[in-house]
Nanobody, 119 residues
Framework: QVQLMESGGGLVQPGGSLRLSCAAS????????MGWYRQAPGKQRELVAL???????NYADSVKGRFTISRDNAKNTVDLQLNSLKPEDAAVYYC?????????????WGQGTQVTVSS
């Protein structure tokens, strides 16, 4: 089992910045894709950003140019830098990771961290 622990959420004014961090622990084999998703009240969970082990990234159109995902393979961490935040970015942000073991991939979720964007 792999545990994912997010941190860094909070309240920020429109135009502000936050940095979310996610640390993986437990019986980690090889973390392949890691990413961040978000879910706002009344909406479905949606992809925000993904990064593979080589550092290749993929972003939702709504956050391109404002958010940056990064990871540290040695530390099993993935971060999300959120800049130029908008009220519509407010949501619970979830860390997600694939762990590959024996040719199989298991997917894990963190418990989420709240991001509130309000003046």
């Amino acid at each position: 089992q792999v545990q994912l622990m997010e941190s860094g959420g909070g309240l920020v004014q429109p135009g502000g910045s936050l940095r979310l961090s996610c640390a993986a622990s437990g019986s980690i084999s090889v973390l392949t894709a890691m990413g961040w998703y978000r879910q706002a009240p009344g909406k479905q969970r949606e992809l925000v950003a993904l990064i593979d082990r080589s550092g290749n990234t993929n972003y939702a159109d709504s956050v391109k140019g404002r958010f940056t995902i990064s990871r540290d393979n040695a530390k099993n961490t993935v971060d999300l830098q959120l800049n130029s935040l908008k009220p519509e970015d407010a949501a619970v942000y979830y860390c997600n990771a694939d762990d590959m073991f024996g040719g199989r991939i298991a997917n894990y979720w963190g418990q989420g961290t709240q991001v509130t964007v309000s003046s």
